[in-house]
C-alpha cells in the first residue's frame, strides 16, 4: 500500500519557521515529481510548491515565494518544505502529493496524496 506521511506541521508566531516532511512508504517516488499544497478553513485547495524528480526543477506559487523552499533528498523522506517568515494567512492544512507529472501540474494531476498537517500561524 502506497502511503505518504506529512510531519512537521503546528502552532508558530507570525515570522517564525516551520520544516515540513513528507515520508513514503509502499514504493519509491525518486522518479516522480512531488509537490505541496495547502487547503484554509472554507477555502479550496490550492498549490504551494513542487519540485521535479530529477534536475531539481522548482515552482512556487507567488504568496511563498522568497519565504519558502521544497528540497528533496530521494535517499530518504521525500520532500521537505522549509517555511520562514509565516504569516496568518499561511494558516491551513499541508498535504504532500506525488506524480509523474510537471512542477506546473493542478493538483487533480497528483496521483498520491498524504492525509495532510495543519499549521497554524498566530498574530
Known amino acids: 500500500q502506497v502511503q505518504l506521511v506529512e510531519s512537521g506541521g503546528g502552532l508558530v508566531q507570525a515570522g517564525g519557521s516551520l520544516r515540513l516532511s513528507c515520508a513514503a512508504s509502499g514504493r519509491t517516488f525518486s522518479s516522480y515529481a512531488m509537490g505541496w499544497f495547502r487547503q484554509a478553513p472554507g477555502k479550496e485547495r490550492e498549490f504551494v510548491a513542487a519540485i521535479s524528480w530529477s534536475r531539481g526543477y522548482t515552482h512556487y506559487t507567488d504568496s511563498v515565494k522568497g519565504r519558502f523552499t521544497i528540497s528533496r533528498d530521494n535517499a530518504k523522506n521525500p520532500v521537505y518544505l522549509q517555511m520562514n517568515s509565516l504569516k496568518p494567512e499561511d494558516t491551513a492544512v499541508y498535504f504532500c502529493?506525488?506524480?509523474?507529472?510537471?512542477?506546473?501540474?493542478?493538483?487533480?494531476?497528483?496521483?498520491?496524496w498524504g492525509q495532510g498537517t495543519q499549521v497554524t500561524v498566530s498574530s
Open positions: 502529493a506525488a506524480g509523474r507529472v510537471g512542477v506546473r501540474a493542478l493538483d487533480y494531476e497528483y496521483a498520491y
